[in-house]
């Protein structure tokens, strides 16, 4: 095979030249009659049995002409992009294919390649970081959900239901007299005060006694489904039951029960640290968030819109993956359909985090080319074993899973994204 040139044009994209000689097109055309023989019939010859001459003869000699070039197009593609060396992305197009007056065969392929990134502002950015406080109030507010998830339910009939109790209750809704869809149940579980109802209907329910039955007006927000939204309905309830809770004492023993600790005072030291590790962590992901996103928007990219498309894909098979569709063959439109994915969640959500995700990846990758990152083999080893710890693997099972390359590569970007995130500055949010 001979390289004959190559073309960048404009968008990101270029047009290379290959020409396979006579002897290679002549061993691909014998390929695609070998190929093809079984399924041709000549009177006079058993079926499959015909010699090529005779073929070529009766339909002419380029019968095998097309599945030759069809054959020998992905090898001549390969040779063409590492002869160029182009960093092509996505599928290449053949543009242009003709057999020449000396029997070979000269391929054009259109390709999209790799932008040229200029990279922005990436050190030294600025963005608010949440100052990390917990108060005596925070860790109450904590105590007071484990009390609540080790409370005791206890049956009450010798009072009317009250904010706090849980009502087993029967509802029957009615629009304009008909009952409307989604609107009955019975033995529901509803917690009164915690607003998981329609608003107004908790409070109604709060007074009733064990037994009663009640109509319950209550009148749709705007914002409601459409069916619904601000009309006037009737629900006839029923109470069935109230249950209240019955928390535990904030003693040594409950926190003996509740956790390893044997006192009140270290299970509540345990909780103030696990708080202040916790929202540290969301501080710093959140700065790390914000300032990620400004290095992002601050390149200059001529993006090929097959990146952002085969983004787009990798997303939606991901997506898909998770219930269990793993299925290649499986369209795009399907995946969507049975995911219940319209064009404009596509618009609003999928496209504009493919597009993100690639202009991260072409900061990162730009980042990696411009800076000495500190890399070592003890640095790629201990990121290797966290990524392992995380997804509950071994290391060689994550080698040999990904290849020893690919993890390197996600180490660099790692160590590219610490060096922005660190050279950037923290600002205190403005007070109230």
Do not use: W
Request: charged residues 35%; contains cysteine; hydrophobic residues 40%.
């Amino acid at each position: 095979m001979i390289f004959k040139n190559v073309e960048k044009n404009e968008k990101n994209t270029a047009v290379f030249t290959v020409e396979c000689d006579a002897a290679e097109f002549e061993k691909a055309v014998n390929a695609a009659y070998l190929k093809n023989r079984s399924s041709i019939s000549i009177p006079g010859f058993r079926k499959g049995k015909a010699p090529r001459a005779v073929i070529e003869g009766m339909y002419g000699h380029e019968v095998f002409y097309q599945d030759a070039m069809d054959e020998l197009a992905p090898e001549a593609y390969e040779f063409g992009v590492k002869e160029s060396g182009l960093q092509v992305v996505g599928a290449p197009a053949i543009s242009d294919v003709n057999v020449t007056d000396d029997k070979g065969v000269v391929y054009s392929f259109s390709v999209s390649v790799y932008p040229e990134v200029t990279l922005g502002q990436y050190k030294g950015l600025e963005a608010v970081k949440a100052s990390v406080e917990v108060t005596d109030a925070d860790v109450e507010k904590e105590l007071e959900s484990v009390r609540k998830r080790n409370a005791r339910m206890l049956d009450i009939d010798d009072r009317a239901a009250q904010m706090g109790d849980t009502a087993d209750i029967d509802f029957d809704g009615y629009l304009n007299g008909e009952r409307f869809d989604g609107g009955k149940a019975e033995g529901h579980k509803l917690e009164l005060g915690s607003n998981s109802f329609v608003p107004g209907f908790e409070d109604q329910v709060v007074g009733m006694k064990v037994g009663e039955e009640k109509d319950i007006n209550i009148t749709f927000p705007t914002d409601y489904t459409p069916e619904l939204a601000g009309k006037d309905v009737v629900f006839k309830v029923k109470l069935n039951g109230i249950t209240t809770p019955e928390l535990p004492e904030l003693d040594d023993e409950f926190a003996k029960d509740v956790s390893e600790f044997d006192t009140l005072d270290e299970y509540k030291a345990d909780i103030r640290a696990n708080l202040e590790k916790t929202r540290k962590e969301q501080a710093d992901n959140n700065f790390r968030t914000a300032i990620m996103a400004q290095a992002v928007e601050n390149i200059s990219a001529d993006i090929p819109e097959v990146m952002v498309e085969e983004k787009v894909e990798d997303n939606l098979r991901g997506y898909a993956r998770q219930f269990g569709m793993n299925d290649r063959n499986v369209s795009l439109d399907e995946i969507k359909k049975m995911m219940g994915i319209t064009d404009e969640i596509m618009d609003s959500s999928i496209r504009p985090a493919a597009l993100f995700q690639v202009k991260n990846d072409l900061l990162l990758d730009a980042v990696m080319k411009a800076e000495d990152l500190g890399e070592t083999d003890e640095g790629f080893d201990a990121y290797v074993a966290k990524v392992a710890e995380d997804v509950k693997a071994s290391v060689e099972q994550l080698k040999q899973y990904f290849g020893e390359d690919f993890m390197r590569h996600e180490y660099r970007k790692e160590l590219a994204v610490d060096l922005i995130v660190n050279s950037a500055v923290a600002k205190e949010a403005e007070k109230e």
